[in-house]
């Protein structure tokens, strides 16, 4: 029985997530997760105590996402699961602490315990996705937590010995990031590469023609949000540039004073064109 209940929960897995987020050969998988943010977008806050390690990051600044990247659940499933045994697994982040990691971890085996004998996959999977960042008191912002070794006291963390964690906790709770300075950076490039791939698939209406145009014809200014397709927006700038009036790459849009960036201006003109702007 056990077997059937292992083959039908992994079948419904995979009849619901794509290939890219459920792995699964023989007895062990993984699956990623990608936490739902209540507010969009969510801040992120900086140790005020712990240097970033790079001036574009100052210390305490609020910095706002749209995405985090996901967690990272990976799974074994025992002879006797889901009769009697867990699966066993760890969960690993790049941008929770170990102690949070430890306290979703310790959920995961309250929701087994509640549930002894069905199988679990899905209901951890739900969780992490729904429900985690409320379960930790994430809301709107995120407090990056530091709890790296230091380095006159690699042994104890934030005061606390290591020695004092389970170590069944410390395999389970997995944080990926070498350094704390290296979070927020990696946090703002993650968020930037994911807001480029849903603009490049959206459908857009421009603000010249008012035709529907894929995101990846399009032109975006970058502090105005205001969306044009790249013929209009090629027009407009190159009309300009030839008039002389380089000052007047603002955005199209009445009232709206948004500068086009450098590169907008390169990838939308001919050369010569951008010569002279340059100019």
């Known amino acids: 029985m056990n077997q059937e209940d292992r083959e039908n929960e992994l079948l419904a897995l ?10 699964f050969n023989d007895s062990t998988g993984r699956l990623d997760i990608f936490p739902q943010l209540s507010i969009s977008p969510i801040k992120i806050h900086v140790d005020l105590n712990c240097g ?12 706002g996402v749209n995405f985090l990247p996901p967690y990272e659940l990976n799974f074994s499933l025992p002879e006797n699961y889901p ?3 867990s699966p066993k697994f760890n969960l690993s982040c790049m941008w929770l602490s170990t102690s949070q990691l ?7 085996d309250e929701i087994w315990n509640r549930n002894t004998g069905n199988v679990i996959l899905y209901d951890w999977y739900q969780f992490l996705q729904e429900e985690s960042l409320d379960f930790l008191g994430i809301t709107d912002i995120l407090h990056l937590r530091n709890e790296f070794p230091s380095a006159t006291n690699d042994s104890r963390i934030n005061g606390a010995s290591v020695k004092s964690q389970s170590r069944n906790e410390f395999r389970r709770a997995i944080q990926t990031t070498l350094n704390y300075a290296e979070i927020l950076p990696m946090l703002l490039k993650y968020d930037r590469e994911k807001c480029r791939e849903n603009f490049i ?12 145009k894929k995101g990846m014809d399009c032109l975006q200014f970058k502090d105005c949000g205001h969306v044009y397709c790249k013929k209009c927006i090629s027009s407009y700038f190159e009309i300009h540039i030839t008039e002389g009036a380089i000052s007047s790459l603002i955005c199209p849009e009445p009232e709206c004073k948004t500068t086009a960036l450098p590169n907008q201006v390169k990838d939308a003109v001919k050369q010569h064109l951008y010569d002279r702007y340059e100019k």
Do not use: H, M, V, W
């Open 14 to 23: 995979e009849s619901i997530l794509d290939s890219a987020t459920f792995k």
């Open 52 to 63: 970033t390690g790079n001036d574009d990051f100052p210390n305490g600044e609020l910095r």
């Open 83 to 85: 009769a009697s045994e």
């Open 102 to 108: 430890n306290k979703l971890c310790r959920k995961l």
């Open 201 to 212: 698939t959206a459908i857009f209406a421009c603000n010249i023609c008012f035709e529907d």
